[in-house]
């Protein structure tokens, strides 16, 4: 994979072995389920000078040189990075103060993010008192202040003063509720405590601003976070000043990195289409933003004899690029693609200035090292392997290697978002129309190459990929580079140009949605096993490297054979149950070998949140799920509030449901009434319909919603599972009543009635039930109390092993192993997880 410029020497290969050990120790630390003590990392940190001495050069063999030095990086990287988490961890919130009412003084750090619900930002907590006293809580949380009379998921808030304008850098004294953070923990979901882990965040928190409550007081303006305060002004200003609300989110995302201001479908145009890494700041954008930079720093600077004389025009371009880069990268929120490049940048800047020839794997992996040692987490995130896998590609294929020679230390790129080295020698702009042309295809070239190498890695991580994305991109890069990104940065000092800027983005956008909405634009597939993900990451690198045909068409069965593998079904006669870790609300997968059915939604969570798009369907795309009918027990929001996402990505799925049919969802799909006696067979397995009955549809009054749960007995003859939604006692007599002397009721695992309330799970029904599991879907400290503390005992009674989601995150459970229940937060435990006691 190396070329001419290889680590032949023992220096480079010295180093570049000593790096690749501290990336590959921190994330082995990083899979680790628990933390060890202090003292074990600190004995990984001193093991590494030790076996590093023993490596001196000319002791051993090469080989065992190399491998020895790899061990001695390895141990600093888990030992730096374990320590740093122990240390972390110590700092995280007393179980004691949850659910709490402190009175917190703090200092807002980030932009507040304002939605329908209230605002969410950043506190760094200076005092915290719990009934007049000092209290040590975490230095900063995640708070939320929402508006009036508005319902936290699972938590009822009241009635609330309307949040006031929070500004960066503000001085406040609030009362916070806080908890420790708590997500949920689905199949191939969004880890929550690990976003909040990486960003410093061990605790959340609302704001209490009811009548009853301390007001909520402002304290003045502090310059703790200028730069913060300076992107939310800016932002604000783009939001204000640009009618077009999807050119000011697209535009506010591009200048100060708030994709936050981009609306959720506007997002799913772009996955579509593959040009969400241009929405981000990324690694093109921050390049482009030093080419330029260069180019008018070293314009300006030949213009003075004596700026000349003390330093001569190229190196001063190269400096001035490098550094209004980095402050553009740190004014757009320093992710992580913008960290990589400015380290890169910052790198190979130095390599040049004085006069160093690097060869391109040792500039590269230092880079990556640079950022594991300023981030160690952010080996978890999807943009970090697809930035640094990406130039890795443009290094090792003529791409980047022709261009190693020019820089003197590790080449370029040209057109594609995530790799963003600098522009050979900031050339200024013009030259002939045969180098334009060519540098033209090369664009074209390396971007097909990184489409190509990229899109196992992309289909490993996302389960996704855009056919049209190569497409797509031809047009939308040097559209977005060239075009909106400069007229969004320039309207912040004339206005007026965001009009233009609007324009171009209503072009682009007219592109990318004739292009998302062509017949196959975005294939999507199961998420496959790590280890076969890997083997078509291997195999997209060995198609794009330059190497016979014979070597590279050995990637192509890697690819194969993860773009045919399909997840583990049910057996036929066999069925599983998959509880979704959706918080306060029901949602229950159940599959046979060839159909599936999908009970309740989940709830919404706020005006733009619910557990449909944020859970439900990235799991069915996960597990390549197809639905076949779709069941809503009633209509209370937690079992209905992700439907209509659910909905529209399963138009074939039939919905049978006790809804009324004004119900909104009606006009999505129509349904059908759940009623006793309906039965159907999928697979060798019967699904059938305990309850209600017809005449309870016609009552007068209307009978409550949870009164008209539907109730779902799937069986195979042998083993039974019983899915009631929210009925209540009287419900429960009913059908004791009506099924007394049968077996219709007796099943192996109970989905808990509504979920653990006070109102249900009677000693009698369960008599009647007999379960061996009951699955209780809840959120964590739950407003509801659920599940309540009588009930929790009334199972236990009744010797129900009973298993809580905020426990054991999804619950699986299979027909043809009723012994065991599969907790996701148990099966993929790591130390950032929130441990529930």
């Known amino acids: 994979m190396f070329s001419a410029a290889t680590l032949t020497s023992a220096w480079p290969r010295t180093v570049f072995a000593a790096l690749l050990g501290v990336v590959l120790g921190t994330a082995v630390q990083l899979q680790q389920p628990v933390l060890w003590p202090a003292w074990v990392y600190i004995g990984f940190g001193l093991l590494a000078p030790v076996a590093y001495a023993l490596a001196a050069p000319k002791r051993i063999a090469m080989a065992v040189t190399t491998a020895v030095v790899v061990l001695a990086g390895m141990a600093l990287g888990v030992g730096s990075t374990g320590l740093r988490a122990v240390v972390f961890a110590s700092q995280s919130l007393a179980p004691t103060l949850e659910g709490r009412d402190l009175r917190i003084t703090g200092v807002v750090t980030d932009m507040p993010q304002r939605s329908e619900a209230g605002l969410r930002f950043r506190v760094a907590v200076e005092q915290a008192l719990l009934d007049g006293q000092a209290v040590e809580v975490p230095a900063r949380m995640d708070v939320g202040w929402y508006a009036g009379g508005y319902a936290l998921a699972g938590e009822q808030i009241g009635l609330q003063r309307v949040p006031a304008e929070v500004q960066a850098g503000e001085r406040w004294q609030l009362t916070l509720r806080p908890k420790a953070p708590h997500g949920g923990i689905n199949p191939h979901g969004f880890d929550f405590e690990l976003w909040l882990w990486e960003q410093g965040v061990q605790a959340t928190a609302y704001v209490r601003a009811g009548d009853k409550d301390v007001p909520p007081q402002r304290l003045g303006q502090t310059w703790r976070a200028p730069v913060a305060l300076a992107r939310q002004a800016l932002r604000d200003r783009i939001l204000a000043s640009v009618p077009d609300k999807r050119a000011a989110g697209l535009m506010a995302a591009l200048v100060v990195g708030d994709q936050a201001a981009v609306d959720r479908s506007d997002w799913d145009v772009f996955r579509a289409t593959g040009v969400s890494h241009l929405v981000s700041i990324s690694g093109l954008h921050i390049t482009m933003f030093a080419w330029g930079a260069a180019w008018l720093t070293g314009w300006l600077w030949r213009r003075s004899r004596r700026l000349c004389l003390a330093l001569p025009a190229p190196s001063a371009a190269l400096l001035g690029g490098v550094l209004l880069a980095c402050a553009y990268a740190v004014f757009a929120g320093w992710g992580v693609p913008a960290q990589r490049t400015c380290l890169m940048l910052a790198t190979v800047a130095l390599l040049r200035l004085s006069g160093a020839r690097w060869p391109w794997p040792l500039v590269w992996m230092l880079a990556c090292a640079a950022v594991v040692a300023l981030d160690p987490w952010a080996l978890l995130q999807p943009g970090f392997w697809l930035s640094f896998v990406a130039v890795g590609v443009l290094f090792a294929t003529d791409s980047g290697a022709a261009r190693a020679e020019d820089t003197g230390a590790g080449g370029s790129k040209h057109g594609q978002s995530s790799a963003g080295l600098p522009q050979g020698r900031f050339a200024p702009l013009g030259g002939s129309a045969l180098r334009a042309a060519r540098s033209v295809g090369a664009m074209f070239r390396e971007q097909w190459v990184i489409t190509l190498a990229l899109a196992p890695l992309t289909l490993l991580l996302f389960g996704q990929l855009s056919v049209v994305g190569l497409v797509a991109n031809l047009l939308a890069i040097p559209w977005v580079t060239l075009v909106v990104t400069p007229l969004a940065l320039l309207g912040a000092l004339l206005p007026g140009v965001w009009d233009v800027a609007s324009w171009a983005v209503a072009l682009l956008w007219q592109w990318l949605a004739w292009l998302a909405v ?67 609300g029901n949602a229950v997968l159940v599959r046979t070998a060839r159909h599936a059915l999908l009970f309740d939604a989940g709830p919404r969570y706020s005006l733009e949140s619910d557990a449909g798009h944020r859970v439900l369907v990235p799991l069915l795309k996960a597990l390549d799920v197809t639905l076949d009918t779709v069941v809503l027990s009633h209509r209370d929001i937690d079992h209905v509030g992700g439907a209509a996402a659910v909905l529209a990505m399963q138009p074939q799925a039939a919905l049978l449901s006790s809804i009324e049919s004004e119900h909104p969802l009606q006009q999505l ?137 905020p426990r054991c995150g999804a619950m699986t459970w299979r027909s043809e192993q009723p012994q065991n229940v599969a907790c996701s937060r148990e099966e993929d435990r790591h130390y950032w997880h929130h441990h529930v006691p």
Do not use: M
């Open 518 to 584: 062509l017949p196959g634009a975005a294939l999507v597939l199961p998420l496959p096993p790590l280890g076969l993900g890997l083997g078509a990451v291997v195999g997209g690198l060995l198609l794009v490297l330059p190497a016979p045909w014979h070597v590279r068409a050995l990637g192509v069965p890697l690819v194969l054979l993860t773009l045919l593998w399909r997840p583990a079904l049910p057996a036929a006669g066999q069925f599983e149950l998959l509880v979704a870790d959706i918080g306060q």
């Open 669 to 805: 799909r129509r349904a059908q009434r759940c009623e006793v006696g309906q039965i159907w067979e999928w697979d060798g397995v019967q699904f059938e319909v305990l309850h209600p009955q017809p005449a309870d549809y016609a009552a007068n009054p209307l009978p409550k919603p949870n009164a008209l749960s539907c109730v779902v007995r799937i069986g195979t003859g042998q083993r039974t599972a019983l899915l009631v939604g929210d009925i209540e006692a009287a419900q429960e007599a009913r059908l004791v009543q009506t099924w007394q002397g049968t077996d219709r009721l007796h099943a192996d695992v109970l989905l808990v009635p509504h979920h653990g309330s006070k109102t249900s799970s009677t000693p009698e029904f369960l008599a009647a039930v007999a379960p061996q599991w009951a699955l209780v879907q809840a959120g964590y400290r739950n407003r509801f109390g659920h599940p309540a503390t009588p009930v929790v005992e009334r199972y236990a009674e009744a010797r129900i092993n009973l298993v809580s989601s």
